[in-house]
């Protein structure tokens, strides 16, 4: 089982819930822990995984040669990202512009362009106390995540459950994150900025037909708005952690709930016998 861990909004303790989740599990089954996050992953941090390999994540973007160009101006007409420009006899390219789609050297007609790879950010697996553990990282300064998030993803191994981090927001990151997902649990706080973010959340998830519950963190800070809409619209609230300045310490010294507060793993447990019920029912209502 594939369970994605979203949040609408950033700072939502999306992280907390991964790695907390993660943890409470590993005595019970084989866990793996996808960061997702490649903008800035930050699971590592509460795991401390020992790495034991590395590995590049690169596009192709095209190079061309000059002697052979015509400066017909094809590949800057089918370049849907202005990535590629000619200016009388100039041609410009903007490799942090290309998503190397490959169409400018696919439809070169003097076969002028040849593709090289540029590094955009590197995946690392390891491991952390039985926990296998994969992280994506976007270098600093590039545009593109979602390259690096299906290298994060080509990693997965369904032989247990699988706790993919993803990136906060309801962006194209987002949906390559969560798209392959048995179960999403979108992690939220009790605010209007929460509740906004939310409910734009729960309308990708539904897009992507993946299975949603909620979890409130820092209950107690706001008001009962997001409760209720979760009950108008037959979202499960399946936990709620208080606003707690025990657990906002532990956040900050990189410790993780389940760590710190251990009995808190009862409660994650519960929480995943109760993503696998809705998951298990929804399996059998399809197959009906
Ligand atoms: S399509 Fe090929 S020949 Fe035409 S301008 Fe681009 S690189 Fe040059
Ligand atoms: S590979 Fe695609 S995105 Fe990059 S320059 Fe060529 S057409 Fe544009």
């Known amino acids: 089982m594939i369970i994605s861990v979203a949040s609408g ?6 992280t907390l819930v991964a ?7 590993k005595d019970k ?6 960061d997702c996050d490649v903008e800035e992953p930050n699971d590592h941090i509460f795991l401390k995984p020992v790495i034991t390999g590395s590995e590049a994540v690169c596009i192709p973007i095209p190079e061309v040669d000059e002697k052979k160009c015509s400066y017909c101006g094809k590949c800057a007409e089918v370049c849907a990202y202005h990535a590629i420009a000619v200016i009388l006899k100039n041609i410009l390219v903007f490799p942090q512009l290309c998503h190397g789609c490959g169409a400018c050297s696919y439809l070169c007609p003097e076969e002028a362009i040849t593709e090289v790879g540029r590094e955009i950010g590197v995946v690392e697996c390891g491991h952390s106390d039985g926990i296998d553990f994969v992280q994506g990282k976007l270098n600093v300064g590039e545009a593109m995540p979602t390259p690096v998030i299906r290298r994060v993803k080509a990693k997965t191994n369904r032989d247990g459950i699988v706790i993919s981090d993803v990136s906060p927001g309801t962006s194209c990151p987002v949906v390559e994150s969560i798209k392959d997902s048995d ?5 939220t706080e009790p605010t209007p900025f929460g509740l906004n973010d939310l ?7 539904k897009e992507l037909r993946v299975p949603c519950g909620v979890v409130i963190n820092r209950d107690g800070v706001g008001d009962g708005k997001v409760e209720e809409y979760c009950l108008r619209e037959s979202i499960p609230v399946l936990l709620t952690i208080p606003q707690d300045t025990k657990i906002a310490r532990l956040s900050s010294r990189g410790i993780a709930l389940v760590e710190g507060m251990p009995q808190w793993r009862k409660s994650f447990i519960e929480l995943f016998d109760r993503i696998w019920e809705i998951v298990d029912e929804r399996s059998r209502c399809l197959k009906r």
Not at 19 to 25: H, K, M, V, W, Y
Not at 29 to 34: E, F, G, M, R, T
């Open 9 to 14: 909004k950033g700072g939502t303790g999306k």
């Open 19 to 25: 790695t907390s989740l993660a943890l409470s599990l």
């Open 29 to 34: 089954q084989k866990v793996q822990l996808l």
């Open 183 to 187: 179960f999403c649990l979108l992690v």
């Open 199 to 205: 409910i734009l959340a729960v309308e990708t998830v």
